[in-house]
């Protein structure tokens, strides 16, 4: 179970960055997976079919309510730096 959670954790994060372009908190984003993390091991061993729709619905609450909040207008570390994402992931994908 502890494998399977912070799989998911982690891809979600790396899901919400990739396609949103936006930053997940870690520890919301493991609240959210240990809501479901019981429905995702019973969809995995029982039907492996359901297990996309269990996902999809962890990825949207996960972009509705797991995303990093700046207190105060404090800037995070990548806004500070001005990485741009899309060129990142850019560089990622083509050195992969």
């Known amino acids: 179970m502890l494998l399977l959670s912070s799989a998911v954790i982690f891809k979600m994060r790396a899901l919400v960055l990739e396609n949103k372009e936006l930053e997940a908190s870690?520890?919301?984003v493991s609240e959210i997976v240990?809501?479901?993390i019981d429905r995702l091991y019973?969809?995995?061993i029982k039907f492996p079919s359901e297990i996309?729709?269990?996902?999809k619905l962890v990825f949207e609450?996960?972009?509705r309510s797991g995303l990093k909040s700046h207190r105060k207008d404090k800037?995070?570390?990548f806004d500070i730096?001005?990485?741009c994402y899309k060129r990142t992931?850019?560089?990622v994908k083509v050195a992969a």
């Open 26 to 28: 870690e520890i919301k």
């Open 34 to 36: 240990h809501e479901y």
């Open 42 to 44: 019973f969809d995995l």
């Open 52 to 55: 996309f729709n269990t996902l």
């Open 61 to 63: 609450n996960v972009v």
């Open 75 to 77: 800037k995070t570390v």
């Open 81 to 83: 730096l001005g990485v």
């Open 89 to 91: 992931l850019g560089r």
